[in-house]
């Protein structure tokens, strides 16, 4: 069976990965993960409540399409590219879908800078929604 990592924050470009990753998956039958991790080095703590929200939400879309999910939120001292990577490696993932922009600002100027390293790191086939 096919399966997808499909990587969302709590930003509003998150909602646009969710919607392309459910129809990308959907054909497939794709067995998905769905990831959010929280910000290593974060320090307001609601953006562990808002990390729930985006995986029910997530979780949400993907069953209304028929499709089973599993969820899950990452926290602890990593970089989010490098939980990303990890976890697209060892679950043995045949693809990992993510935003290319999320909550950061000055770093998201460009490709933005947890895709840009996610896409410099893994050895997994990646789509970059934009």
């Known amino acids: 069976?096919?399966?997808?990592?499909?990587?969302?924050?709590?930003?509003?470009?998150?909602?646009?990965?969710?919607?392309?990753?459910?129809?990308?998956s959907v054909p497939l039958?794709?067995?998905?993960?769905?990831?959010t991790?929280?910000?290593?080095?974060?320090?307001?703590?609601?953006?562990?409540?808002?990390?729930?929200e985006t995986l029910e939400n997530a979780e949400a879309a993907f069953?209304?399409?028929?499709?089973?999910?599993?969820k899950v939120l990452e926290k602890g001292t990593k970089r989010p590219a490098d939980v990303i990577c990890e976890?697209?490696?060892?679950?043995?993932?045949?693809?990992?879908i993510m935003g290319s922009r999320g909550l950061r600002n000055i770093?998201?100027?460009?490709?933005?800078?947890?895709s840009h390293r996610v896409a410099h790191l893994i050895d997994k086939n990646i789509m970059i929604i934009k």
């Open 37 to 52: 991790v929280e910000d290593w080095n974060a320090v307001d703590r609601a953006v562990g409540r808002g990390a729930q």
């Open 63 to 70: 069953r209304a399409a028929g499709l089973e999910v599993d």
């Open 1 to 24: 069976m096919f399966k997808i990592l499909v990587s969302v924050d709590g930003s509003e470009h998150a909602k646009k990965v969710i919607k392309e990753a459910v129809r990308f």
């Open 29 to 35: 039958q794709a067995e998905v993960t769905v990831l």
């Open 87 to 96: 976890m697209a490696h060892e679950g043995e993932f045949d693809l990992v």
């Open 107 to 114: 770093q998201e100027m460009f490709l933005g800078g947890v």
